[in-house]
């Protein structure tokens, strides 16, 4: 079965840190696209980086664009989400999601494959 599971959430100051994981079973990451979404109450859902795991290349959402850094670790097939100098409009739940598609297609999916339950980020002012 294949499954994605996130953790690492909370609340968190603003400028504050916080980092997610993403724990992946059952795909093969050759090919794989895994991003980073978020979902904030009232609004449409937004991705915010994806990474293929077998190269490393990655994209980013303009609004995390030098505070947010995504990244693979292939041995424990988990994907990260290291997320600096928070800010309250980041609040959201995130989730991390897949597909075999190129990182820049999963950045602008709204359709992906397979998708974790998330983990809620509060940054609080």
């Known amino acids: 079965e294949r499954q994605l599971v996130e953790s690492g959430g909370g609340l968190v100051q603003a400028g504050g840190s916080l980092r997610l994981s993403c724990a992946?079973?059952?795909?093969?990451?050759?090919?794989?696209?895994i991003g980073w979404f978020r979902q904030a109450p009232g609004k449409q859902p937004e991705g915010i980086s994806c990474i293929r795991s077998?190269?490393?290349?990655?994209?980013?959402?303009?609004s995390v664009k030098g505070r947010f850094?995504?990244?693979?670790?292939?041995?424990?097939t988990t994907v990260y989400l290291q997320m600096n100098s928070l800010k309250p409009e980041d609040t959201a739940l995130y989730?991390?999601?897949?597909d075999r598609i190129t990182p820049w297609d999963c950045l602008y999916s709204s359709d992906m494959e397979y998708r974790g339950k998330g983990t809620l980020?509060?940054?609080s002012s």
């Open 54 to 62: 077998s190269d490393g290349t990655a994209y980013y959402a303009d």
């Open 121 to 123: 980020v509060t940054v």
């Open 24 to 33: 992946a079973s059952g795909f093969t990451f050759a090919n794989l696209a």
């Open 69 to 76: 850094t995504i990244s693979s670790d292939n041995a424990k």
């Open 95 to 98: 989730y991390c999601a897949a």
